[in-house]
Antibody
Framework: QITLKESAPALVKPTQTVTLTCTFSGFSLSTIPVGVGWIRQPPGKALEWLAFIFGDDDKRTSPSLKSRLTITKDTSKNQVVLTMTNMDPVDTATYYC?????????????WGQGTLVTVSS | QSALTQPASVSGSPGQSITISCTGTSSDVGSYNLVSWYQQHPGKAPKLMIYGGYKRPSWVSTRFSGSKSGSTASLTISGLQAEDEADYYCCSYAGSNTFYVFGTGTKVTVL
């Protein structure tokens, strides 16, 4: 059974850097086609993909946020960490962690429950 | 990369069928059979409903079906039920650089 759970500070000040952690179970991120990614959703708005990392350490980052995002994995801890710099109130959103398998159809088949990050002074 | 275009809202009566469109470009929907659809109830995480354009995960009712024509993908819900009232998002693979593009989202209301 695949599960994912996000953790992050609930409140962040503008210009700060935030670290979001995804802890997962039920699969290994050592398997090459398997990936874990981050999707966010501002309140009342649409979904937006942020970044993915795969078993071979291949990384994909949204072109519009590329300069602000860093994604890493710790296979031994079953964790993926996303760092976002220079936070702004427009970054207020629920951040979801997702599972993906590139050997399938690029679908996002398992999602975490999400964690709300509010950016405010 | 612009978001895929979906109607803001679609409604139908119980038992009816509705279709949600998802219009992209030749760089995403038009180039890949890798469109997926997600259902999201208020306060909940999105749930995969369709992948590969028309494939259903084991947990999805056969009332949900997907298709594609050119650069437009569609999700059809047959035999509409009250529990189908939710937001729906399409998503397409868009190549190794852009990777993904999501739709603008559609609110489905069961009258």
């Amino acid at each position: 059974q695949i599960t994912l759970k996000e953790s992050a500070p609930a409140l962040v000040k503008p210009t700060q850097t935030v670290t979001l952690t995804c802890t997962f179970s039920g699969f290994s991120l050592s398997t090459i086609p398997v990936g874990v990614g981050w999707i966010r959703q501002p309140p009342g708005k649409a979904l937006e993909w942020l970044a993915f990392i795969f078993g071979d350490d291949d990384k994909r980052t949204s072109p519009s946020l590329k300069s602000r995002l860093t994604i890493t994995k710790d296979t031994s801890k079953n964790q993926v960490v996303l760092t976002m710099t220079n936070m702004d109130p427009v970054d207020t959103a629920t951040y979801y962690c997702v599972h993906q398998d590139r050997s399938s159809w690029y679908e996002l088949d398992y999602w975490g429950q999400g964690t709300l990050v509010t950016v405010s002074s | 990369q612009s978001a895929l275009t979906q109607p803001a809202s679609v409604s139908g009566s119980p038992g009816q069928s509705i279709t949600i469109s998802c219009t992209g470009t030749s760089s995403d929907v038009g180039s890949y059979n890798l469109v997926s659809w997600y259902q999201q109830h208020p306060g909940k995480a999105p749930k995969l409903m369709i992948y590969g354009g028309y494939k259903r995960p084991s947990w999805v009712s056969t009332r949900f079906s997907g298709s594609k024509s050119g650069s437009t993908a569609s999700l059809t819900i047959s035999g509409l039920q009250a529990e189908d009232e939710a937001d729906y998002y399409c998503c397409s693979y868009a190549g190794s650089n852009t990777f993904y593009v999501f739709g603008t989202g559609t609110k489905v209301t069961v009258l």
